[in-house]
C-alpha cells in the first residue's frame, strides 16, 4: 500500500473523446508525476507537477494536460482520443522533485480507446 | 539521453533457483538507479534503489550494486519463490525533476 490513490482504475472512451484521470498522492508529497505505460512496455514520462506548477514534461503532444490542486491532488487530461492512448496511466508522488527520492506509484488506471 | 536496457525475458526458473536480471543504463550526469516491480494487474512498486556507485540495495532477499564502471545494476537473489513471479523494471533517475526513465521489463516466472 503506497498511499497513492487513483481513479477510474478501468474505463473505455471512443476514439475523438476525452478523459480525465485522478490521483491522490501520499500525504505529505507535493510533487506528482504521470506516467503512461503501454502493454509490454516500460512506463514513459508524460509530465511532473511541483506545488501547482508544471516541472518538467516528456516527449507527449500537448493534448495531454495536467492540473495539481493546493491539496497536491493531480488530474491527468486527454483530449482527441487516438486507439495508441490506450495504456495504463500511472500517477506517482514523492517530497520535493530531488534525484534519488523515492518514489511511489499508484495502480493506475487502465484506459481502452476504441 | 537517458536509456535503460534490460534482458529481455520470460526469464524461467523453478523455485530455489538462482536469479540474475541484467539491465545497463547510459545517463547524462551521476544517476540514482532503482528495480521496481510489477504484480499481474497492479502497479509499481519500489523493490530497491541505489544512489551512488558501489552503493547496495537490498529488500526481501534481493539485491543490485552500482556499477559505475561497467554502467550497470543487475538484480539478483539466491533462491526464488513462486510469489517472486512478476515483472521487473529497472530505472534511472537524474537531476532533472527526479523523473524515472525504464526499461523495458523483464517478466519473471517461477514454477513450484
Not at chain 1, 54 to 73: A, D, I, K, M
Request: aromatic content about 12%; glycine content about 10%.
Amino acid at each position: 500500500e503506497t498511499g497513492v490513490t487513483q481513479s477510474p482504475t478501468h474505463l473505455i472512451k471512443t476514439r475523438g473523446q476525452q478523459v480525465t484521470l485522478r490521483c491522490s498522492s501520499q500525504s505529505g508529497h507535493n510533487t506528482v508525476s504521470w506516467y503512461q505505460q503501454a502493454l509490454g512496455q516500460g512506463p514513459q514520462f508524460i509530465f511532473q507537477y511541483y506545488r501547482e506548477e508544471e516541472n518538467g514534461r516528456g516527449n507527449f503532444p500537448p493534448r495531454f494536460s495536467g492540473l495539481q490542486f493546493p491539496n497536491y491532488s493531480s488530474e491527468l487530461n486527454v483530449n482527441a482520443l487516438e486507439l495508441d492512448d490506450s495504456a495504463l496511466y500511472l500517477c506517482a508522488s514523492s517530497y520535493d522533485s530531488k534525484q534519488g527520492n523515492t518514489i511511489y506509484f499508484g495502480e493506475g488506471s487502465w484506459l481502452t480507446v476504441v | 539521453g537517458n536509456s535503460v536496457t534490460q534482458m529481455e525475458g520470460p526469464v524461467t526458473l523453478s523455485e530455489e533457483a538462482f536469479l540474475t536480471i541484467n539491465c545497463t543504463y547510459t545517463a547524462t550526469g551521476y544517476p540514482s538507479l532503482f528495480w521496481y516491480v510489477q504484480y499481474p494487474g497492479e502497479g509499481l512498486q519500489l523493490l530497491l534503489k541505489a544512489t551512488k556507485a558501489d552503493d547496495k540495495g537490498s529488500n526481501k532477499g534481493f539485491e543490485a550494486t552500482y556499477r559505475k564502471e561497467t554502467t550497470s545494476f543487475h538484480l539478483e537473489k539466491g533462491s526464488v519463490q513462486v510469489s517472486d513471479s512478476a515483472v521487473y523494471f529497472c530505472a534511472l533517475s537524474v537531476l532533472e525533476y527526479s523523473t524515472l526513465t525504464f526499461g523495458k521489463g523483464t517478466m519473471l516466472l517461477v514454477s513450484p
